[in-house]
């Protein structure tokens, strides 16, 4: 399975980071380092109220804005919430769902990542879909069978063609935030056994073009060496999102 054909997706996820002033400001300074560079898909995953600033400051640019959950209802009763729909309207076209922070704490599970997946993807944003194993399963030395129940649960109900709209982004939950970042040995592995499950689920066409993305502190440093193994497709990234220079260094990787 050649990663050639698949065009890598380098993607920032703010968490809960930059005012809407701020993320103004920033998403201004992003583009001045990373215009015109046409290798890789480029995303910024912004806190929801930024959407609309960072949409408008990057409008008829490459990069593309996008949130970092996603509600499953169309619209109702469920006070602080946000539907695709709302997300669209505002100017994103891609959405975080299942990022182990909301799985550790906000009460994320494998069925209301596939609930969110399919509300996404059927409003017709891109879902970047988050699974990764914890430390102490890495060391019990489940991490296929984690990851592969992870996938599959996200991505039930989920057609071949809303694939084409679908990322996984492989985040080992002891790599984020850390400074520990998977070997790319360790981070190709897996992204390897995810792309075998999609196989298993939606034939070898599908898993040949899906984008698979590594997370889990790359950085300006590490990007490289990361991005040039066969079955990762891109970045899932957080801290270095941060910094308009790092960034750029890792879409360079990416080209
Ligand atoms: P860091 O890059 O800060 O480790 O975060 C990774 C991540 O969680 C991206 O979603």
Known sequence: ?????RR?????????????????????????????????????????IDIPAVSKVLAGT??????QNVHFKKSGAYTGEISADMLLDAGAKYVVIGHSERRQYFGETDETVNLRTKAAVEAGLHAIVCVGELLSERESGITTEVVSRQVKLALAGITAEQMNNVIIAYEPVWAIGTGKTATAEQADE????????????????????TIIQYGGSMNAGNAAELLAMENIDGGLIGGASLKADAFSVIVDAAQ
């Open 1 to 5: 399975m050649s990663s050639r054909k």
């Open 8 to 48: 890598p997706v380098i993607a920032g996820n703010w968490k809960m980071n930059m005012t809407p002033s701020e993320a103004k400001a920033f998403a201004a300074e992003l583009y001045e380092k990373v215009k015109g560079k046409r290798g890789c898909d480029i995303v910024v995953c912004v806190p929801a």
């Open 62 to 67: 490459a990069i593309k804005v996008g949130g």
């Open 190 to 209: 897996v992204c390897g056994i995810i792309r075998n499950v999609i196989s298993g689920l939606y034939g070898k066409a599908v898993a040949r073009q």
